[in-house]
C-alpha cells in the first residue's frame, strides 16, 4: 500500500527556518517526481517544488532561493527546507507522488506550517 | 507562466449534471488533471491525462478537453460530490512546472 507520512510542520517566526520530511512506503521515491503542494488557509492548492527522477530540481517563484527540496534514498524520503519564511508561506503542505501525464496521484496528510511572530 | 481559469462556483441539483469548465491557452495540447477536495482533506485524483478515471472513481466522472477548454463532467451528481474541484496541467516549457487551477465549489443543491 502506497503511503506518504509528512511531519515537521509547526509554528515559527517570520525569518526563521522548518525542515519538513515526508515519509514513504509502498514506492520508490528515487524512481519517481515528487512534488510539494501548498494551501494557504481557504485558499486553493499551489505548487512549491519538484524534484524529478533524475534529481533536477524546479520551484514556483514566490518560494525560489529559499526553499530546498531533496531526498535521502536510504530513507525513502522527501524533504522540504524552508528558510526565510514569511506570513503569506503559511499554509498547509502536502507532498504528493506526480505520475506527470498520469497526475498526482497519492497525497500525504498535510502538515500545517504557521509563520507568525 | 500559464494560467487555468475556473469559475469560483457551479450549483446542481442531486441526480442532475455537473460541469466544470478549467480555460487554457491552447490547453488541448495538454494532458489536464482533475481533483477533488472535501473539507479538512487532501486532494483525491479523479480524472488524469484529459479523459481516464484511477480505479475506485465511479463512472460518473468523466472528462473532456479541446481547444482552450478542458471540462470536468459529473453524471447524477449525489450529494457526497460536494467538494471543490480543480484542474492541473503539466507546463514543462516554463519553470512552472506543475500548474493548478484556481479551483471551483461545488454545491449540490
Known amino acids: 500500500e502506497v503511503q506518504l507520512v509528512e511531519s515537521g510542520g509547526g509554528l515559527v517566526q517570520p525569518g526563521g527556518s522548518l525542515r519538513l520530511s515526508c515519509a514513504a512506503s509502498g514506492f520508490t521515491v528515487s524512481s519517481n517526481y515528487m512534488s510539494w503542494v501548498r494551501q494557504a488557509p481557504g485558499k486553493g492548492l499551489e505548487w512549491v517544488s519538484v524534484?524529478?527522477?533524475?534529481?533536477?530540481?524546479y520551484y514556483a517563484d514566490s518560494v525560489k532561493g529559499r526553499f530546498t527540496i531533496s531526498r535521502d534514498n536510504s530513507k525513502n524520503t522527501l524533504y522540504l527546507q524552508m528558510n526565510s519564511l514569511r506570513a503569506e508561506d503559511t499554509a498547509v503542505y502536502y507532498c504528493?507522488?506526480?505520475?506527470?501525464?498520469?497526475?498526482?496521484?497519492?497525497w500525504g496528510q498535510g502538515t500545517l506550517v504557521t509563520v507568525s511572530s | 507562466s500559464y494560467v487555468l481559469t475556473q469559475p469560483p462556483s457551479v450549483s446542481v441539483a442531486p441526480g442532475q449534471t455537473a460541469r466544470i469548465t478549467c480555460g487554457g491557452n491552447n490547453i488541448g495540447s495538454k494532458s489536464v488533471h482533475w481533483y477533488q477536495q472535501k473539507p479538512g482533506q487532501a486532494p483525491v485524483l479523479v480524472v488524469y491525462?484529459?479523459?481516464d478515471r484511477p480505479s475506485g472513481i465511479p463512472e460518473r466522472f468523466s472528462g473532456s478537453n479541446s481547444g482552450n477548454t478542458a471540462t470536468l463532467t459529473i453524471s447524477r451528481v449525489e450529494a457526497g460530490d460536494e467538494a471543490d474541484y480543480y484542474c492541473q496541467v503539466w507546463d514543462s516549457s516554463s519553470d512552472h512546472h506543475v500548474v493548478f487551477g484556481g479551483g471551483t465549489k461545488l454545491t449540490v443543491l
Open positions: 504528493a507522488r506526480d505520475g506527470k501525464v498520469d497526475g498526482i496521484d497519492y
Open positions: 524534484i524529478y527522477s533524475g534529481g533536477s530540481t
Open positions: 491525462d484529459d479523459s
